[in-house]
């Protein structure tokens, strides 16, 4: 039986992990698994007049709308027989999405034993609608709510992820992960939501040996895929530093590739930096998300000082790691100062660039019960989460400010925040250019700008490549690769 994965057709040179390691576990049970964008007509030349299929899709909440009309629509035009299947973080935390037209089931929370075992069971010609994590229509239309199984406690008994369904673009770092989980609990993040659904009491990160993560990096890099990896974890640098000692010695030893990845303030400190130093990160991202102690701890219960944070950038940038920031404005409790406090706490330490998003409190987070409870959920926000129409999140803000000019300085100091970090004379100005009605403007210099911050990391990146003495050896062996395949196709032409 074949699994058709859907993916967004502006989203498919991106790594999407889920799906590679859905695809890795059904592969290794002989199932035929494929990877399709969202164009009809690709989808009907891989599914029709065929036995039946299953139209897969991995949906975070920003595709949902997307994604599900699309479904709508390929189903009135497949002859065969088809089942429509979700899963992902939209389905996992709106799981009343099974109730939408065209959905046939919806699987919540880790999927690769829950999806083996439904098709396994379709394979078999059974019914699925008993299979755990999954809320399933049947033929009447009434739904099956089924339990979660326990997580897996061993990752690496996992297939590594399928590499052949996406093709990022060569100077891409491929994406990895370490383990799965986030012991903290801040109030904007789906982690804590995972854990209680999962009801952990203690949660708690699941990491893969060392072994298993440099086993598969290394076979990448023996495929000639890779020129250099980005750990997609939450936090990379989690205790105990033994782990990260142990991988820098194995990864330097056996792939010795360029990295990048995510860390977290309180977990850094100078060892935690040599070492990562020392395994190979060139650059790692780090979440700032406000300047506002007060408003950091009460809100978005991150506790940590700016003295703390100011430190970890000071230290991982005098480790030689190139920083940038992630940062949250318009928050609930906040206000405009609040936003400005948070860019100049990334000004004292000066990271290569700051990503700022303007919150948006998704249903099921806590931050989205604060902002109701402080009324400034709006109707509009509220009416957007129930039929997600939009691409809503971090570019406009959502919730209800105190008043217009609130929201217009908010909006603003979004599109001027990457810049003023790049030009910190702009920050004097921030209250004046905030101000005025010239939102697409900044827009546009910010877009640009980003284009240009990435040229420059991706420069950063090469330097670092061709110092790990591996640069000239991939384009060597890309050349003689393209050259084989070029002559394969002459001759097939010929023939
Ligand atoms: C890497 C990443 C990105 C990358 C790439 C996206 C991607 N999905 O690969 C980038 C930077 C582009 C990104 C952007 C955004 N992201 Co993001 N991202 C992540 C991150 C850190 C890792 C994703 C990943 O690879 N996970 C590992 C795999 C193994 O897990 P998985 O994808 O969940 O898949 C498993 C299950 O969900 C399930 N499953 C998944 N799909 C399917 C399909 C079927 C049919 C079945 C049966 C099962 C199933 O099985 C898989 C294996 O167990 C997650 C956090 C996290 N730890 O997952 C956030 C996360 C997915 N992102 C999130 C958000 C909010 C965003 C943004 C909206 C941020 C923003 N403000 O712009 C954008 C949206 C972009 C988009 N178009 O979707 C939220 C999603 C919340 C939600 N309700 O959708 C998450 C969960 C972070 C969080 N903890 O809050 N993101
Ligand atoms: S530390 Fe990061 S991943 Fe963990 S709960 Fe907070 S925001 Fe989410």
Same mark, same amino acid.
């Not at 709106?94 to 046939?104: A, L």
């Given at each position: 039986m074949k699994v058709v994965f859907i993916v967004g057709k502006r989203y498919m040179p991106r790594e999407w992990l889920g799906v590679m390691y859905l695809s890795a576990i059904l592969k290794e049970n002989d199932f035929d698994v494929t990877v399709c964008p969202t164009d009809a007509e690709r989808v009907r030349e891989e599914v029709? =007049?065929?036995p039946p299929a299953v139209l897969a899709y991995s949906m975070p909440t920003l595709v949902a709308a997307q994604y599900l009309q699309f479904n709508r629509e390929i189903r009135g035009k497949l002859k065969n027989r088809v089942w429509s299947v979700f899963g992902g973080p939209h389905p996992t935390y709106? #799981? !009343?999405? &099974? !109730? !939408?037209?065209? &959905? %046939?089931a919806i699987c919540r929370g880790e999927g690769e034993d829950a999806f083996l075992e439904f098709m396994t069971l379709l394979r078999e010609g059974r019914s699925p609608v008993n299979c755990r994590n999954w809320h399933v229509k049947d033929e009447e239309g009434n739904i099956h709510r089924n339990p979660l199984r326990p997580l897996r406690e061993n990752l690496d008994d996992l297939p590594f992820p399928d590499r052949t369904l996406f093709r990022p673009p060569h100077f891409m770092p491929l994406s990895f992960m370490a383990g799965r989980g986030c012991?903290? =609990? +801040?109030?904007? +993040?789906f982690n804590r939501a995972y854990n209680k659904l999962y009801g952990l009491k203690k949660p708690s990160l699941r990491r893969r040996s060392v072994d298993s993560v440099v086993a598969e990096l290394e076979q990448l890099k023996a495929s000639g895929q890779a020129l250099a990896f980005q750990s997609v974890d939450d936090i990379f640098c989690f205790p105990p530093i033994e782990w990260l000692e142990e991988f820098a010695e194995k990864y330097t030893a056996r792939v010795g590739l360029p990295l990048g990845g995510n860390v977290r303030a309180n977990l850094v400190n100078r060892d935690v930096a040599r070492v990562m130093k020392q395994a190979g990160f060139f650059a790692v991202a780090m979440g700032v998300e406000c300047g506002n102690e007060e408003v950091r701890k009460k809100i978005l219960k991150r506790h940590m000082s700016n003295e703390m944070i100011v430190n970890a950038g000071l230290t991982l940038r005098e480790a030689g790691i190139r920083v940038s920031t992630y940062n949250l404005l318009g928050l609930p409790g906040g206000s405009f100062e609040v936003d400005l406090e948070t860019l100049k706490l990334n000004l004292a330490f000066k990271p290569i660039h700051g990503i700022a998003f303007i919150l948006?409190?998704?249903?099921?987070?806590e931050i989205h019960d604060i902002a109701q409870a402080m009324g400034m959920l709006s109707e509009d926000f509220v009416q957007e989460m129930r %039929?997600?129409?939009? !691409?809503?999140? =971090?570019?406009? #803000?959502h919730l209800r400010f105190k008043d217009e000019r609130e929201a217009l300085r908010v909006e603003n100091l979004h599109k001027l925040f990457g810049l003023t970090i790049g030009f910190p004379f702009l920050y004097r100005f921030l209250p004046w250019l905030s101000d005025r009605r010239w939102t697409r403007f900044y827009g546009f210099l910010s877009v640009w700008y980003f284009r240009f911050i990435l040229v420059v990391q991706i420069l950063a990146l090469t330097g670092a490549i061709r110092r790990s003495g591996y640069l000239g050896k991939y384009l060597a062996s890309w050349f003689s690769r393209n050259g084989q395949t070029k002559g394969k196709i002459d001759a097939a032409e010929h023939a």
């Open positions: 029709n =007049g065929g709106y #799981p !009343e999405m &099974v !109730e !939408e037209e065209g &959905v %046939d012991p903290y =609990g +801040c109030t904007y +993040c948006g409190a998704y249903k099921g987070t %039929d997600t129409s939009k !691409e809503m999140y =971090g570019w406009h #803000p």
